[in-house]
């Protein structure tokens, strides 16, 4: 399992116009391909005079599922430069559809190309781009006498705090990745003399956004 992966928080909209054509890009996340189909026929009857509606969608830690059309343009001048964007920009679980409305001039290979890849990274930019990383929650309960030490523990490694209670005892419930869960297993037993109750949960996946911290079950 990877530990960190790029993929869309709120979907985006753009549009580009190259010599009279209009090129507009949706961008939505996905969590299958049905969802991905579901996307594509949505922009399509929204679009449904449209001259092409081209799309391509990645998914998979490591895009293990790519799929591109190029809806009529010529081979290779739609679909595949929307999916190069998606993979070249490390961009997950995504599907984009650019529509085209002619607009009386052929653009030729190159444009068509040029087109299509700019309309996608716009509508990329239009979104909101997050990185989802593998953690595990971890719920600590101590002693009050204990608990300076694990404040200071869990600060100095940038472990997320979810939650805190006092009572009889202190409780505390934090996100850490999965690539620190050994290191703080150690740190936290270690500086507290094995005082410490540990007790790990359920792997997932969190983001940092605007502040505040988002938790996805995958």
Same mark, same amino acid.
């Given at each position: 399992?990877?530990?960190?992966?790029?993929?869309?928080?709120?979907?985006?909209?753009?549009?580009?116009?190259?010599?009279?054509?209009?090129?507009?890009?949706a961008v939505s996340h996905i969590d299958n391909e049905e969802e991905a189909l579901e996307f594509i026929e949505q922009i399509r009857k929204k679009h449904y005079n449209a001259t092409h509606n081209c799309y391509a969608y990645v998914l998979g830690e490591r895009f293990e599922l790519q799929r591109f059309s190029d809806d009529g343009e010529p081979g290779g001048t739609a679909g595949k430069p929307i999916l190069d964007v998606l993979t070249g920009e490390g961009i997950h679980d995504t599907v984009i559809v650019v529509t085209r409305y002619f607009g009386g001039t052929l653009l030729g290979t190159g444009g068509l190309v040029r087109a299509y890849s700019g309309a996608a990274k716009e509508g990329l930019?239009? /979104?909101?781009?997050?990185?989802?990383?593998? $953690?595990?929650?971890?719920?600590?309960?101590?002693e009050y006498t204990g608990l300076g030490k694990i404040q200071?523990?869990?600060?100095q490694n940038g472990i997320h705090i979810l939650d805190t209670q006092y009572t009889e005892h202190v409780n505390i419930e934090c996100l850490v990745p999965g690539a620190q869960?050994?290191?703080?297993?150690?740190?936290?037993?270690?500086?507290? /003399?094995?005082?410490?109750?540990?007790?790990? $949960?359920e792997p997932c996946f969190f983001a940092e956004h605007q502040g505040e911290i988002l938790i996805f079950d995958k």
């Open positions: 399992m990877i530990d960190e992966y790029r993929t869309v928080l709120e979907n985006g909209e753009a549009e580009i116009v190259e010599k009279k054509s209009r090129f507009l890009s930019l239009a /979104s909101t781009i997050i990185t989802r990383k593998y $953690g595990v929650k971890l719920k600590i309960q101590t200071y523990i869990l600060g869960k050994g290191q703080m297993e150690k740190e936290l037993t270690e500086g507290t /003399s094995g005082q410490a109750d540990l007790e790990w $949960g």
